[in-house]
């Protein structure tokens, strides 16, 4: 018997009628465009089930949530009979290509049915279990306790407690979440299908082509509608589809079920767990599919979709579409149509990715004029977003939240364009360049970052078919809407609303030695400052900030952040060296620190969080300026939310950096024009003073720390010690002398204390080098003690006899002097502890 009649006949004994070449077919659900589309961010349309009520009882949710049960149980009864359908004439097909006339090869047979077997019999148990659980709960609701007599009277509707419990309790009987567990966990037979099903809808085409057994076959395959007892027509390819569509329908299935389980079901945690999974195995498929992406060009030049976005064009400050392909990048922007057609899009640029050179630099200050703009904005941002606020708690106008919604996203884009932090310079070898704007650096590094990859070893093709590539993006894109956080409404009841403190501790894993900064991002509603970074460390393997820095949030989920490196040269370029991002939550921060170290790649960073919600203040114009010179010591701690304030640190840090061996150190002064600029830096702009600080000579280094505390209105250690301290010295033995001095600093000021003993500790480092400085621990004192000891002022009724001048100094400089000469000096604790919460222990993320 001819091959091609076994397949008939076996099709026949199956009870298909089988068509010869048919001209029309009833249902062909595989499009033309189903390859391309589908190879974008799996998508899917929700099982058609009645949405979830506002607000709802637990009896009406319990009833919704058995109808998506009936929804899904009905949904797997038609998808396990495609899959009947498709399978059908496997068997057929295999039986016959080991003969000399075979329809499919062996091979060929395995590729167009691989993993479908598999897929069909996950199913069919699912399919089984959850119809068990459905048909016992279906008698469970006949019980008199959960149907309510007809005619009752009104009494009736007020139940007693303990029926109210019974009702609860039958209610929740019905458990399925462990069918759904299981299937889910077995949800990578969809995986094995997908990686496949290319190059099976190849071989259905080729086929169906070149062989007119297999097109009779392929176009005339028919599925039972159990219903009404007809049948459906499809054609092979519309069969292979089927497991596609229905993986990608699989997590909005789960949000449908989960949205109508009760939080205290016994499915609930599972259900979510599942949904995890199910999210999880999509969001890996995205990815992996993205990479399959492809336009085939004129020339026949495979080239593929990589990521897509919006980015803002320097040239005209415009809001563009960008596309990276394998070899190339293409800026394009939408061009306005009509409403109701479809999107279109108009090249503006391309560059090849052979040869291409990144670069990128943060933008200079913002001017005047564009900061009082921005501040115009948010201003009414923020009006905007109370009303919206207002209008949630009662109001019955509908107009006004969509028209308010509508302003506010406007004026997001507007804000969008308009707040530029970071440029990324491109330069290609044909001498083309282009450069993309950002106010986000953690955005901008994963586009460098994208395109770096594809740079390595790439190769010059051919130059791309413009109109054919500009074309395919409406198709090809992943990226719908421009990144607005008015766009992703829904309000997340864990997000922040409030302070979001945020201390920066230290980092390690480097390399190499480098000076390194920390940059943080906070998402949600722009009203604020949603950036921030710290200062830069010297040039160490184990840089340390300890630096405490503050948002104000609203709707705030997601924390981000980037450890950055300086380069030693002019050029002042920057590189990222790891970035990371923190899910914030309300219910897992508090006005407590919970510390925890973040992976960025080879770099570990420790932070500590804390949130204090509180109903937000209007945006304000300008930044109030905390001037550091001639400020009281404890406040200038405590503005900057440390014990040792950063420009103590900072410039003994670099003096033991690169001034050990300088002649003279802190007793030689620097240039007073450029102490005096330092100072005015460091009194506005605290990174800014620190960057200046690595280029300025190292005496001026040191004029600035001793300028500091020559300014403090009180010196450190308090003038109603310097009595005592006095007669201290007269102490012969030197050891029970530096006791008693120690015990008296204990009742200094916290952070007066810390700051002394964390100088004592940096000049005795310095002593240490007296061979090349020629600095001995007396001539560190004498140049310390007037700034760091002085007497009380004459005049205010202090006891004890008068010192005459030339007394007070001897005494200042002995008293610090027999500091520097205590070898057991207590350590120098640079900021309060900011992980006090005992179960708060390091994570690593």
């Known amino acids: ?18 068509e010869v070449e048919p001209d029309v077919l009833e249902e062909d659900v595989f499009q033309e465009e189903v390859v391309s589309c ?6 899917a349309e929700s099982v058609d089930f009645p949405e979830t009520p506002t607000t709802c009882s637990q009896e009406e949710m319990l009833e919704r949530r058995h109808k998506v049960l009936i929804g899904i149980l009905e949904s797997e009864e038609v998808y396990l009979r495609e899959l009947d359908a498709l399978l059908m004439p496997m068997k057929a097909l295999r039986a016959t290509a080991g003969t000399s006339q075979p329809v499919l090869s062996s091979r060929q047979v395995q590729t167009v049915f691989y993993q479908v077997p598999e897929i069909r019999d996950m199913h069919q148990s699912f399919y089984a279990g959850l119809k068990v659980q459905l048909s016992a709960h279906s008698q469970t609701e006949l019980s008199p306790v959960l149907q309510p007599q007809q005619g009752s009277d009104p009494e009736s509707e007020t139940r007693s407690f303990g029926e109210e419990t019974e009702m609860k309790h039958k209610g929740f009987e019905l458990m399925v979440g462990d069918l759904f567990l299981k299937m889910v966990n077995q949800i990578s037979f969809y995986g094995g299908f997908i990686q496949n099903y290319e190059e099976a809808v190849d071989i259905v085409k080729k086929c169906t082509q070149s062989d007119p057994r297999f097109r009779t076959l392929a176009e005339s395959m028919m599925s039972n509608n159990s219903s009404d007892k007809t049948r459906t027509k499809y054609t092979f390819e519309a069969l292979l589809y089927k497991p596609l569509d229905r993986v990608t329908k699989t997590t909005l299935v789960l949000q449908d079920l989960l949205k109508a389980t009760p939080e205290d079901h016994r499915d609930y945690t599972v259900l979510q767990e599942v949904l995890r999974l199910s999210r999880s195995f999509l969001s890996g498929v995205n990815e992996s599919s993205q990479c399959k992406r492809e336009v085939m060009l004129s020339h026949g030049m495979r080239r ?5 976005g919006f980015v803002i064009n320097e040239g005209d400050r415009s809001l563009r579409h960008l596309f990276l392909y394998t070899d190339l990048l293409l800026c394009t922007r939408v061009k306005p149509t009509t409403r109701g057609k479809q999107d279109q899009y108009r090249f503006c640029w391309y560059l090849p990715l052979a040869g291409l050179k990144l670069h990128w630099v943060a933008d ?9 703009r921005l501040h115009t904005i948010r201003t009414k941002m923020y009006l905007l977003r109370q009303q919206l606020r207002q209008h949630t708690k009662g109001s019955k106008n509908s107009t006004l939240p969509t028209r308010n919604k509508k302003k506010l996203e406007q004026l997001e884009l507007m804000l969008l364009t308009h707040s530029i932090d970071y440029r990324l310079e491109l330069h290609s070898p044909s001498a083309k360049s282009q450069s993309l704007l950002f106010s986000s650096l953690y955005e901008l590094e994963e586009w460098r970052e994208a395109i770096h990859k594809l740079t390595t070893d790439n190769i010059e093709t051919v130059p791309p078919d413009l109109l054919t590539l500009t074309s395919a993006c409406v198709k090809l894109r992943m990226t719908q809407h421009p990144p607005l956080h008015t766009t992703f409404t829904g309000k997340d009841e864990n997000s922040l609303c409030g302070t979001l403190s945020v201390a920066i501790h230290s980092a390690c894993g480097l390399q190499q030695p480098a000076c390194v900064y920390v940059c943080l991002e906070v998402d949600g509603y722009k009203f604020y400052d949603q950036q921030s970074k710290t200062h830069s460390s010297v040039r160490t393997l184990d840089p340390h900030w300890d630096q405490e820095l503050s948002f104000q949030v609203d ?19 920057e590189t990222v060296l790891g970035r990371s991002s923190v899910k914030l939550e309300s219910k897992t921060l508090n006005k407590r620190w919970r510390r925890q170290t973040l992976i960025m790649g080879q770099v570990e960073v420790t932070i500590s969080l804390k949130y204090t919600p509180h109903v937000l203040d209007a945006p304000s114009s300008t930044a109030q300026q905390q001037l550091i010179f001639g400020v009281p010591h404890e406040i200038v701690a405590q503005q900057e939310g440390v014990l040792v304030p950063h420009v103590v640190r900072c410039c003994a840090e670099e003096v033991e950096r690169r001034g050990l061996d300088e002649v003279g150190i802190y007793r030689i002064s620097g240039g007073a024009t450029d102490i005096i600029a330092l100072k005015a830096v460091f009194n506005s702009n605290l990174r800014e003073a620190v960057t200046r600080l690595r280029c300025a000579d190292v005496n001026t280094v040191s004029g600035v720390l001793k300028l500091y505390f020559r300014e403090l209105p009180e010196p450190l250690i308090p003038a109603e010690l310097f009595q005592s301290l006095a007669k201290m010295l007269e102490i012969e033995d030197l050891d029970l002398r530096l006791v008693s001095m120690l015990a008296l600093l204990e009742s200094c000021p916290d952070a007066n204390r810390y700051t002394f003993v964390y100088l004592l500790h940096h000049l005795q480092r310095v002593s240490e080098k007296q061979d090349k400085n020629k600095m001995t621990l007396l001539n560190l004192a004498t140049v310390f003690g007037p700034s760091l000891v002085r007497p009380p002022v004459a005049g205010l009724g202090q006891d004890g006899p008068t010192i005459d001048i030339s007394q007070e100094v001897v005494i200042q400089v002995q008293v610090v002097f027999s500091y520097l000469q205590c070898n057991n000096l207590p350590d120098a604790r640079i900021s309060p502890p900011h992980d006090t919460d005992a179960e708060d222990e390091t994570t690593h993320l």
């Open 1 to 18: 018997m001819d091959v091609y009649q076994e397949a008939m006949e076996y099709l026949k004994s199956q009870h298909v009628p089988v």
């Open 364 to 372: 200079q200050d913002q001017t005047p004029d564009t900061h009082l």
């Open 304 to 308: 593929k979709l990589m990521r897509d």
């Open 38 to 43: 589908f190879f974008s961010p799996l998508h």
């Open 555 to 573: 709707e705030a989920q997601n924390l981000r952040l980037l450890c950055v490196g300086q380069s030693d040269g002019r050029d002042g370029r």
